[in-house]
């Protein structure tokens, strides 16, 4: 509220905007009749919401009363009182009041820059409905504001009118906002220019090059030759991805030694997505100095996670390994077999990382594997004397109750 309004200069428990606030429903009461009552009106916007309906009318007829002479700033606060209350079980009535009050022209460009931003969105809103903006302002809008939901609002306003200027959507295009830009190449359409369109096949957010792919079909031209002469650039390689064919799989598999971090890890992604994924030959990308990539061969590797060696998986658990490669081991190895599991959470118990130590304790609170008994038994003596030794140690972690339920688990079929 301070925020958003300042608070008359009154002092004392007897001000009225102290009196408004206060738990007693006959001094809310009073405090709407004082004569200075009506200089508070977003305090009396929240009593119009009040529990107790004698305030609570007293508070409507105040604020119907007084909305007609306020000023465009004040009633910007009020406002957003209303927005934030509207959700009460007598909001209601204060915020369709309220709102009737804003598309006023003046309360409308007080409402563009109130710091609140749901009164932001009202006034943007509002003067979209009244037409107050040109295609190309409305473009610079959504370009320029850092609210994503004023951005949507202006780029589709934009793109719905009908401009003498078709270069009103120039300010989309150049756009750091991923939505704002599928919009501008949206609009590309309408000018048939396939060539800017072309450009945007590459660009970083998949949302921007499905709308260019768009266009391009819309004049009867297939983007995929373009992916496939040009995967050098991660969007490309991406793009590629999205709406090549397994056969493509063949110019992927090469840039998994690309110098950029970026095209290794898309092409990663890209084989993934064309399912011509390969377990053994990702493998060896799971040492990759790159967590991107390490990160996307991890979710390749999901699926077939029980089917990778034990042994290769507990070496990239070492102390020794980067923690990028440490923490996809680790979610690896959580897909594991059961046994596999309980030992990876075993060994990780009193790791010197943070955050894979809480992992392996809150993972070892949930195991109960229904096949632990007979995993159990079908372990070599020597690994079934190192998970014993390993739990005895978990004891002064975890404690003796876990870890007798641990054992019940591993003997209970027996």
Request: proline share 6%; net charge positive.
């Amino acid at each position: 509220m301070r925020r958003l309004w300042a608070l008359p200069d009154t002092e004392g428990e007897s001000s009225p905007a102290i009196a408004l606030c206060n738990p007693n429903g006959h001094i809310r009461q009073a405090a709407l009749a004082a004569p200075g009552a009506a200089a508070l009106l977003p305090l009396v916007t929240i009593r119009c919401a009040d529990w107790v309906a004698p305030v609570r009318e007293q508070a409507r007829e105040l604020l119907r009363s007084a909305l007609p002479d306020t000023r465009p700033e004040i009633l910007a606060a009020v406002t957003a009182v209303a927005l934030r209350t509207a959700h009460r079980q007598h909001g209601g009535f204060a915020h369709e009041l309220v709102v009737a009050a804003a598309r006023e022209p003046g309360a409308v460009d007080a409402l563009l820059t109130c710091k609140d931003r749901s009164a932001r969105r009202l006034g943007h809103r509002i003067a979209v409905e009244q037409g107050r903006f040109s295609p190309a302002r409305l473009a610079e809008i959504a370009a320029a504001d850092s609210d994503i939901v004023v951005q949507d609002l202006c780029a589709n306003a934009a793109l719905a009118a009908t401009p003498q200027d078709d270069q009103f959507f120039e300010p989309l295009l150049g756009s750091r906002q991923s939505r704002v830009r599928a919009a501008g190449v949206t609009a590309l359409n309408r000018t048939g220019d396939t060539g800017r369109a072309t450009a945007f096949l590459a660009d970083r957010s998949g949302l921007v090059r499905a709308c260019a792919r768009w266009v391009l079909r819309q004049h009867g031209i297939d983007p995929v030759p373009y992916y496939r002469t040009a995967c050098a650039s991660p969007g490309a390689v991406a793009g590629l991805g999205e709406c090549g064919t397994r056969a493509d799989a063949a110019l992927l598999w090469p840039l998994l030694a690309h110098p950029q971090p970026g095209v290794r890890a898309r092409a990663v992604a890209a084989l993934r997505a064309l399912g011509a994924d390969e377990a053994e030959r990702l493998m060896p990308l799971l040492d990759d100095p790159s967590g991107a990539v390490v990160r996307e061969v991890a979710v390749t590797l999901a699926p077939s996670a029980g089917r990778l060696p034990q042994a290769w998986l507990r070496e990239r658990l070492e102390a020794d390994r980067p923690d990028h490669v440490r923490k996809v081991s680790f979610r690896l190895l959580s897909a594991h077999r059961s046994m596999a599991r309980l030992r990876c959470f075993l060994d990780l118990l009193d790791d010197r990382d943070p955050t894979l130590r809480a992992a392996a304790r809150a993972s070892l609170a949930r195991w109960a594997p229904s096949d632990a008994a007979s995993a159990y038994r079908a372990l070599p003596d020597e690994d079934r004397a190192r998970l014993d030794t390993l739990l005895d140690r978990a004891a002064a972690t975890v404690g003796e109750r876990r870890v007798t339920v641990l054992r019940w688990y591993l003997q209970a079929s027996r």
